[in-house]
């Protein structure tokens, strides 16, 4: 019979590449790894690994018995969903991941809900980059997690996850107000929500004009490996050129405060834009979107704390964001 601890190793590698990386995330030893490997390949009778110089890869049959592992898995998550559902009364720890402008913004008012409608769950929130979710998903440190996509960087398919829409959020390019050159004429401006504390403009149809526009100033991103520096990155290069960095940070506050500086232009979501209108930013709404999804293991959604935080995000979702799916 095969084991299933073992199973999930095999999984975690097919989807980390090396014994050292399974063995740093599951905190085993590489060698202890490898001899658990070692007994999965004498369970199935078959070689499951082969040597690729220093590293291994799945052989065919490796590969084919991920794809079972994946469904064994996920039906585990169900029946643990089963079995919460009939001890009733939800109690004991909910880790959660998400990141910084949905932790500020969303998730206080969600976990306030929750603690009054189940006072034995125990939540505890880690801010995660989404980056990282799926494996720490995976791995089984985080039960559900917040992730964001960008219309430039969109979320790729991740075997063992599912995932629920939750909302969608505006997305403006921040300038300094003092000495921005005239904009590009734009055709048929776009209605767009205005950020929260204040208005702003349009930047029209034309995404890239916009952008184009302060193709020779510095930009601020958020660090590389991110979402959000991609999202930056990749929008600039759809327009026709690449971003002068600057500075590199991640907290949109203090993106702004540099922008306010003369630092630097940023594109900012609405989440990330706070508290009273900066007299010394002028903000442009563009056409991109970040959308956020709640994230889970398959056949974790119909576990009851999964699904009764997710339906107190939902509550908790500002009725002003753009392209909001709170109810859906």
Same mark, same amino acid.
Request: glycine share 10%.
């Given at each position: 019979? !095969?084991?299933?601890?073992?199973?999930?190793?095999?999984?975690?590698?097919?989807?980390?590449?090396?014994?050292?990386?399974?063995?740093?995330? @599951?905190?085993?030893?590489?060698? /202890?790894?490898?001899?658990?490997?070692?007994?999965?390949?004498?369970?199935?009778?078959?070689?499951?690994?082969?040597?690729? %110089?220093?590293?291994?890869?799945? +052989?065919?049959?490796?590969?084919?018995?991920?794809?079972?592992?994946?469904?064994?898995?996920?039906?585990? &998550?169900?029946?643990?969903? *089963?079995?919460?559902?009939?001890?009733?009364?939800?109690?004991?720890?909910?880790?959660?991941?998400?990141?910084?402008?949905?932790?500020?913004?969303?998730?206080? #008012?969600? @976990?306030?809900? !929750?603690?009054?409608?189940?006072?034995?769950?125990?939540?505890?929130?880690?801010?995660?980059?989404?980056?990282?979710?799926?494996? /720490?998903?995976?791995?089984?440190?985080? *039960?559900?997690?917040?992730?964001? &996509?960008?219309?430039?960087?969109?979320?790729?398919?991740?075997?063992?996850?599912?995932?629920?829409?939750?909302?969608?959020?505006?997305?403006?390019?921040?300038?300094?107000?003092?000495?921005?050159?005239?904009? #590009?004429?734009?055709?048929?401006?776009?209605?767009?929500?205005?950020?929260? %504390?204040?208005?702003?403009?349009?930047?029209?149809? *034309?995404?890239?004009?916009?952008?184009? +526009?302060?193709?020779?100033?510095?930009?601020?991103? #958020?660090?590389?490996?991110?979402?959000?520096?991609?999202?930056?990155?990749?929008?600039?290069?759809?327009? $026709?050129?690449?971003?002068?960095?600057?500075?590199?940070?991640?907290?949109?506050?203090? =993106? @702004?405060? !540099?922008?306010?500086?003369?630092? $630097?232009?940023? =594109?900012?979501?609405?989440? %990330?834009?706070?508290?009273?209108?900066?007299?010394?930013?002028?903000?442009?709404?563009?056409?991109?979107?970040?959308?956020?999804?709640?994230?889970?293991?398959? %056949?974790?959604? #119909?576990?009851?704390?999964?699904?009764?935080? $997710?339906?107190? @995000?939902?509550?908790?979702?500002?009725? *002003?964001?753009?392209?909001?799916?709170?109810?859906?």
């Amino acid at each position: 019979m !095969l084991d299933v601890r073992r199973l999930r190793l095999l999984r975690e590698l097919a989807r980390r590449g090396t014994i050292a990386a399974v063995a740093e995330a @599951l905190s085993f030893s590489p060698s /202890a790894v490898s001899q658990q490997l070692g007994v999965l390949e004498r369970e199935a009778g078959l070689p499951l690994l082969e040597r690729t %110089g220093r590293g291994v890869r799945l +052989t065919p049959a490796g590969q084919n018995l991920v794809g079972h592992a994946e469904a064994v898995l996920e039906r585990l &998550e169900q029946a643990d969903a *089963d079995l919460a559902e009939a001890r009733g009364g939800l109690a004991g720890a909910l880790r959660i991941g998400a990141f910084p402008t949905a932790t500020r913004a969303i998730v206080p #008012a969600a @976990l306030t809900a !929750l603690a009054r409608r189940h006072p034995g769950l125990e939540p505890m929130v880690s801010e995660t980059d989404p980056a990282a979710v799926a494996h /720490a998903l995976r791995a089984g440190d985080l *039960d559900v997690a917040l992730v964001h &996509e960008y219309d430039f960087v969109p979320a790729e398919p991740e075997p063992g996850l599912a995932t629920e829409p939750l909302y969608g959020e505006a997305m403006y390019l921040a300038a300094p107000a003092a000495g921005v050159p005239a904009q #590009a004429p734009a055709q048929a401006p776009a209605q767009a929500p205005a950020p929260p %504390g204040g208005p702003a403009e349009s930047g029209g149809s *034309d995404q890239g004009a916009v952008l184009r +526009t302060h193709a020779g100033a510095p930009w601020i991103t #958020a660090t590389p490996g991110t979402l959000c520096h991609a999202m930056t990155v990749r929008a600039c290069q759809a327009a $026709g050129f690449t971003p002068r960095v600057r500075h590199q940070v991640d907290e949109f506050a203090t =993106v @702004l405060a !540099l922008v306010a500086a003369g630092q $630097g232009v940023a =594109v900012v979501p609405q989440l %990330g834009v706070t508290g009273p209108p900066d007299p010394a930013v002028r903000l442009t709404r563009l056409l991109m979107e970040r959308r956020t999804n709640l994230a889970f293991r398959s %056949g974790a959604g #119909a576990h009851p704390a999964v699904a009764a935080f $997710g339906a107190a @995000l939902r509550a908790a979702v500002p009725p *002003d964001l753009a392209g909001s799916r709170a109810g859906t």
